[in-house]
Every structure is written in C-alpha cells, then in structure tokens.
C-alpha cells in the first residue's frame, strides 16, 4: 500500500531527528516520500466540554496550572506498566512519605494480555522513581529538564503561526485545492 500523505501528531520541533532522517532518505532508503504534514500535538481535541474525559482532562491540566513550576511529579507507568491497586497504594503511600512532591498519576486498567514478560518490577519502578526525583541525580536532572523543553515545545507548536498551525493551515488548503487526493 502506498500513502499519499502522512499526517503526524507532533510538532517540528518535538521530532527532529526523525524529521531528518525521513528527509535524507534514511527512512525510506533513499525513495521519495509523499509530504508530511506535522499537526501536533493534538491532544483531547475531539473531545466536547460535556464529555467526561475532557473533563477529566481539564480538571487536571487546572490543577497542574495551579501549582509551581517544577512542584509535581508525573507518574505514568507507560504501555507495559502494569500496577496492581495494592501497589498503587504502596507507591503512593512511599511518595507521601519520603518526598513532598505532589503527584498525578496516569494509570490505566488492567491489560487483556497478563504475560509475565509485561509487568515491571517493584524494584525497577523503585529505581526509577528514586532517580527521577532524586535532587543530586544527574540522570533525573536532565529527564525532567527534557520534560520540561517538550512541554514548552509543545505549547509553542500549536500556538498560532507556529509550526504545526501552518502545517494544518498548508494541509487544510492542499485538501481545498485537490493537491492532496488519495490514490486509489
């Protein structure tokens, strides 16, 4: 199957090396590719106001808006992340008591597939909890400054006349005018 166009939910400035390589040809071992349009980051977009997951969303992004800079930890435990309500309740009375960050947890429900080789340890999370949050690390430093630049990256990419609006823009109009047509 050929594509006619990609569409990706980023932003130019979130994705550089991959934009790169899939401008040199690395990508596609050298074969022309159909254009790229970055419209990202979308997030929460199709949502209405009323739905209850927008306004999940809002409710947090207000009270992450609320609280300094810097002050909260994030912890999302990702696609293989499995953690069991026990768990939860450990990690969450371990994070009260030994540091007085806030936090805001992504947690999702239990996978379809339980396969021994999807659940991360209680040790690797310890690990990496203490590594993130840790003041002297070095290694947590440069994660949550990194954490820090995607976000302000994200937040320009979507502002208007930045670079995922003329994306969308340019997009929107090719679409108009015919020049983006599937093939068939």
């Given at each position: 199957?050929?594509?006619?166009?990609?569409?990706?939910?980023?932003?130019?400035?979130?994705?550089?090396?991959?934009?790169?390589?899939?401008?040199?040809?690395?990508?596609?071992?050298?074969?022309?590719?159909?254009?790229?349009?970055?419209?990202?980051?979308?997030?929460?977009?199709?949502?209405?106001?009323?739905?209850?997951?927008?306004?999940?969303?809002?409710?947090?992004?207000?009270?992450?808006?609320?609280?300094?800079?810097?002050?909260?930890?994030?912890?999302?435990?990702?696609?293989?992340?499995?953690?069991?309500?026990?768990?939860?309740?450990?990690?969450?009375?371990?994070?009260?008591?030994?540091?007085?960050?806030?936090?805001?947890?992504?947690?999702?429900?239990?996978?379809?597939?339980?396969?021994r080789d999807?659940?991360?340890?209680?040790?690797?999370?310890?690990?990496?909890?203490?590594?993130?949050?840790?003041?002297?690390?070095?290694?947590?430093r440069k994660?949550?400054?990194?954490?820090?630049?995607?976000?302000?990256?994200?937040?320009?990419?979507?502002?208007k006349g930045?670079?995922?609006?003329?994306?969308?823009?340019?997009?929107?109009?090719?679409?108009?005018?015919?020049?983006?047509?599937?093939?068939?």
């Amino acid at each position: 199957m050929e594509a006619t166009i990609f569409i990706v939910n980023t932003g130019a400035r979130l994705e550089h090396s991959v934009l790169a390589a899939i401008a040199d040809g690395r990508c596609t071992g050298g074969i022309p590719h159909p254009p790229v349009y970055l419209i990202g980051p979308v997030l929460s977009l199709t949502l209405s106001k009323t739905e209850p997951k927008q306004q999940l969303h809002d409710e947090c992004v207000r009270w992450l808006d609320s609280h300094p800079p810097d002050s909260v930890l994030l912890l999302c435990f990702g696609g293989k992340g499995i953690v069991t309500p026990p768990r939860v309740t450990a990690i969450a009375a371990a994070l009260d008591r030994y540091t007085e960050h806030r936090f805001l947890w992504v947690l999702r429900g239990p996978p379809v597939d339980r396969r021994r080789d999807n659940i991360v340890e209680a040790a690797e999370l310890e690990r990496a909890v203490r590594t993130l949050m840790g003041v002297d690390s070095e290694e947590g430093r440069k994660a949550r400054n990194m954490a820090a630049e995607m976000m302000a990256a994200y937040r320009k990419a979507v502002k208007k006349g930045e670079s995922s609006d003329i994306a969308f823009k340019r997009l929107t109009k090719e679409i108009w005018q015919g020049a983006v047509v599937p093939k068939k």
